[in-house]
Structure formats: C-alpha cells, structure tokens
Antibody
Framework: QIQLVQSGGEAKKPGASVEVSCKAS????????INWVRQAPGQGLEWMGW????????NYAQKFQGRVAMTTDTSTSTAYMHLRSLRSDDTAVYFC??????????????WGQGTLVTVSS | EIVLTQSPGTLSLSPGGRATLSCRAS???????LAWYQQKPGQAPRLLIY???SRATGIPGRFSGSGSGTDFTLTISRLEPEDFAVYYC?????????FGQGTKLEFK
C-alpha cells in the first residue's frame, strides 16, 4: 500500500531553517508529484507548493516564494521541504501528500502523518 | 487567489442523520477541480471526493459531492459514528490551491 513516512518533530529558533523529509513506499516514486501542506495549531490547511518527482518542476505558493525549496531524491524515494528564515507563525504541522505527476493541478491522494515544527525563542 | 468559504462552521447532528456541507468559491473553479477531505483529531486529512463529484478509492457510497462553478456541496446520507470530524474543501484549479476554513461535524 502507498505510504508516506515523514521525519520527526523539530524545534527551531526564529531565523533558522528546517528541513522535513517524506519517504515514499508502495508505488513508483516518479508516478506522483509531492505537495506540501501545513496546519497551524487549531487552524485550517494551507497549501505551500508542489514538486514533480519526474522532472523536478515546482509550483510554490507566492506566499512562500524565496523562502521554501522542495526537492526529491529518487534514489531513496524521499521528498524534502526546506523552509528558511523561520518565524513564530511558521509553527505548524507540515504534511506531504501525493499529487499530479507533471501538473500540480490535482487532488491530494495520499498523505504523510505530519511533522510538527515549533519555532520559538 | 480563490477564497473558499465553508458553511456552516459547525454542524450538530445525530448518527443516522443527513449532513449537507457547503463550499462557496470567490471565483469560478475551473473544470470542477474541487476536492473534499475529512480530518480527525491528530490525523492527516483523507481524500473523500475529487473533481467535485468523484469518490476516492475506498470511500463509502454515503459520501457524495456535487456542484460546479462557485457552489459545491458534500452530502453524507446516513451518518455513522466515525463520520464526526472536520471537513475541508480545496480548489486545485488555480494556484495557489486554497482550502476552505473547514466545517466541524459534531454529535448532537
């Protein structure tokens, strides 16, 4: 079965960077793109962006442009989300989710379990 | 960006009842590129409906989606105890792919 397993929680100080990983199994990694979605405590869902595993194309929400980088490692079937210049309002659970292979415009089929990133001085 | 407004914010019903959840978009959602997700506390969201009305794999038939343009509806025909959760709509027709603020379905 398709599974996405994310890395463990992180505690960071304002201004630092964080990298969250998402290891895929149960399918051919390049068959889906990977989206990243976050959820602040007690709040709703916020789409951050998408990366095509097949060709490396990305589509980032403008809100995160310049601060986020999404990458993949096909040798380990792992996707990464790197967010820099962290602020306290970046405190959230970050989810990876499968999506379109070549086009970001697709529903999010399968989700990782989430990674809590806490930003505090 | 497209703003999705879900109503009601909270819906109080009993098992066996019928739930109707609304999602209204600030602009027309192209090609009915709208999805519904269910989220329970401490869990990741689960895809229920995509393309406005297509059920995702393994989703029971009591869940149905409808609508087009700017008005979409998720209907749960006979509520089971496990259906009490928060439901989100998401449009993926125009980037950024925004979510509604959610509807909480709670026990009456």
């Amino acid at each position: 079965q398709i599974q996405l397993v994310q890395s463990g929680g992180e505690a960071k100080k304002p201004g630092a960077s964080v990298e969250v990983s998402c290891k895929a199994s149960g399918y051919t990694f390049s068959s889906y793109g990977i989206n990243w979605v976050r959820q602040a405590p007690g709040q709703g869902l916020e789409w951050m962006g998408w990366i095509s595993v097949d060709n490396g194309n990305t589509n980032y929400a403008q809100k995160f442009q310049g601060r986020v980088a999404m990458t993949t490692d096909t040798s380990t079937s792992t996707a990464y989300m790197h967010l820099r210049s962290l602020r306290s309002d970046d405190t959230a659970v970050y989810f990876c989710a499968t999506g379109g292979q070549w086009d970001s415009a697709r529903e999010l089929d399968y989700w990782g379990q989430g990674t809590l990133v806490t930003v505090s001085s | 960006e497209i703003v999705l407004t879900q109503s009601p914010g909270t819906l109080s019903l009993s098992p066996g009842g019928r739930a109707t959840l609304s999602c209204r978009a600030s602009q027309s959602v192209s090609s009915s590129q709208l999805a519904w997700y269910q989220q329970k506390p401490g869990q990741a969201p689960r895809l229920l409906i995509y393309a406005a009305s297509s059920r995702a794999t393994g989703i029971p038939g009591r869940f149905s989606g409808s609508g087009s343009g700017t008005d979409f509806t998720l209907t749960i025909s006979r509520l089971e105890p496990e259906d009490f959760a928060v439901y989100y709509c998401q449009q993926y027709g125009r980037s950024p792919y925004t979510f509604g603020q959610g509807t909480k379905l709670e026990f009456k």
